[in-house]
């Protein structure tokens, strides 16, 4: 499918002459594009084609960036020496006035600053990078501790919610709309072995021992934008920030960061978590986060790796038996694929899970490793 960027990026309010507009990055959701401007000076854009699909009340999502960068840019213009564009994902208005704007296909578009020279991993080969990746996700969580209004709106209901994920996941199992359920009966039976084990943070929350904050929950590495020394400069990606548990976003993370393979690795004896990436990027989250996060959320980290991976491999598993109709696919058997390495990654966390526990452990207490 082409688009006439140039059309679409007249209906912003940008500075600059357009010039260009080619795909960028590498996300499974939307259609991204980067807009280059025709003079030095001038910014370049983030263009996105929302996916609205699965984000299915565009106008309430985009309320919630708008509130969100809005604090985060008050909060971060405070600190002397920061540069507010390039820490903070800036929304750029329509002619209009709105954040974003429909085209005559009744697609939704939305454009952002492109925040320049900056660092994106899909896989993290230095714990340098974990760290600050920690920090960074940290630093998010903490800032938006007071946003002040009401809560906000839930962009995907129930996203992180495991016993719905497992519904899902058998009633489309039942179903079986593409035929390939008899294919993925190991994979089944790895994940209801599991089952149970998975439903202790929902257990928790629902007890009252952990709190709903307002999280990120699509913490995966390339949402987290480096700089050129590779220190933490951005987070982006902001389409499912919601009411959550502190887990969910420090297992995505733990799940990219500390994969010393890509997620959809094919060769599955190269899959597996690497602990000192995952102390790295532990050590940096709790420098953030140590003072704000109770007890009982400090013991079940450790344990949100195995949970958060366990529920991207069982979306990817769904939408295979499904047909393919989530996540963006660049071959036939792509979320099966995906859906495997994810599961071996499950399995080696749960061989380190020992360490991992004790590495939180005295981070927890200040005391390093
Ligand atoms: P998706 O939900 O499809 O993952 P993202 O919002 O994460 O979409 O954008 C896809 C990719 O585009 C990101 O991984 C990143 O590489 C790049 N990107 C998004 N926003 C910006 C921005 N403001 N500046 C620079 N790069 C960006
Ligand atoms: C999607 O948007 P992106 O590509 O950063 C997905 C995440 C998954 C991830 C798996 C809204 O993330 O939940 O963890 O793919 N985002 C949504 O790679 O479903
Ligand atoms: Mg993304």
């Not at 309320?63 to 750029?92: D, Q, Y």
Request: aromatic share 10%; net charge negative.
């Amino acid at each position: 499918m082409s688009y006439n960027l140039e059309e679409i990026y007249h209906q912003f309010k940008t500075e600059g002459r357009f010039e260009s507009g080619a795909p960028f990055g590498s996300g499974h959701i939307h259609d991204t594009f980067r807009i280059v401007t025709a003079e030095s000076n001038s910014d370049d854009y983030i263009l996105q084609r929302l996916n609205n699909k699965i984000f299915k009340n565009i106008p309430e999502l985009q309320n919630n960036i708008e509130r969100v960068t809005k604090h985060l840019n008050r909060k971060i213009s405070a600190i002397p020496g920061s540069e507010v564009k390039r820490e903070c994902l800036t929304l750029i208005p329509s002619i209009d006035g709105k954040s974003w704007i429909r085209d005559n296909n009744g697609d939704f578009w939305r454009m952002y600053i492109f925040i320049s020279d900056h660092r994106s991993y899909n896989i993290v080969d230095t714990p340098g990078k974990a760290y600050e990746g920690g920090k960074a996700i940290g630093r998010f969580q903490a800032m938006l501790a007071d946003l002040p209004g009401e809560p906000l709106f839930e962009t995907i209901p129930f996203f992180h919610d495991i016993e719905k994920r497992l519904e899902t996941f058998n009633s489309k199992l039942e179903e079986d709309p593409a035929g390939r359920a008899a294919k993925v009966a190991d994979e089944t039976g790895f994940v209801h072995r599991r089952a149970e084990e998975m439903k202790i943070i929902l257990r928790l929350g629902g007890e009252g021992k952990i709190p709903v904050r307002i999280t990120h929950n699509d913490t995966k590495f390339n949402n987290i934008l480096l700089d050129r020394n590779d220190k933490a400069l951005c987070v982006i990606d902001l389409d499912t920030v919601m009411p959550g548990y502190v887990h969910y976003d420090f297992g995505d993370a733990i799940r990219t960061a500390a994969n010393i393979a890509a997620e959809d690795e094919k060769e599955l004896s190269k899959v597996r978590m690497d602990i000192s990436l995952f102390e790295a990027y532990s050590e940096g989250y709790l420098s953030e986060t140590r003072d704000i996060l109770n007890s009982v959320e400090k013991d079940y980290l450790a344990f949100a790796p195995r949970l958060i991976t366990f529920i991207i491999a069982l979306r990817f598993l769904t939408d295979y038996i499904d047909g393919d109709n989530y996540f963006k696919i660049h071959h036939e058997h792509h979320n099966l694929q995906r859906a495997r390495a994810q599961f071996r990654l499950v399995e080696s966390m749960e061989e380190q899970y020992g360490e991992m526990r004790e590495i939180v452990r005295k981070l927890v207490l200040g005391t390093g490793c």
